[in-house]
C-alpha cells in the first residue's frame, strides 16, 4: 500500500495519511485550524464548498486522497508520496 506524506515546514516529522479515518480526522482538524471558510478553502484548492463542508462536519467518513491532497495543499502543507514502511 502506498502512503502520502504532509509536512508543514517547519516540522519535525511528517504525518502519515491512508484512506482512512484519522486521515478524515486530521483534515477536519486543519480545516477549523485555518480559520478559513469553506468557501475560501474550496476556491483555493479548486473544489466545491459543499465538499470541504462534508468533510469538515464529519459527514464524509473517507474523503478522495485527491480531495485530501487538494485541501492540505490549499491551506500551506506540502504533500509528497512515499513507500509505506513498518
Not at 495519511?17 to 477536519?28: E, R
Not at 485550524?33 to 459527514?59: C, H, L, M, N
Not at 474523503?63 to 491551506?75: D, F, S
Amino acid at each position: 500500500m502506498r502512503a502520502l506524506n504532509v509536512v508543514r515546514l517547519p516540522s519535525s516529522a511528517p504525518v502519515r495519511l491512508d484512506d482512512g479515518p484519522k486521515t478524515a480526522a486530521f483534515v477536519q482538524r486543519e480545516i477549523f485550524r485555518s480559520g478559513w471558510s469553506y468557501v475560501k478553502i474550496a476556491e483555493v484548492a479548486g473544489i466545491s464548498s459543499p465538499t470541504v463542508g462534508a468533510i469538515a462536519q464529519g459527514v464524509t467518513k473517507r474523503p478522495a486522497m485527491r480531495t485530501v491532497v487538494l485541501i492540505l495543499t490549499a491551506l500551506g502543507w506540502e504533500v509528497y508520496a512515499s513507500e509505506r514502511t513498518r
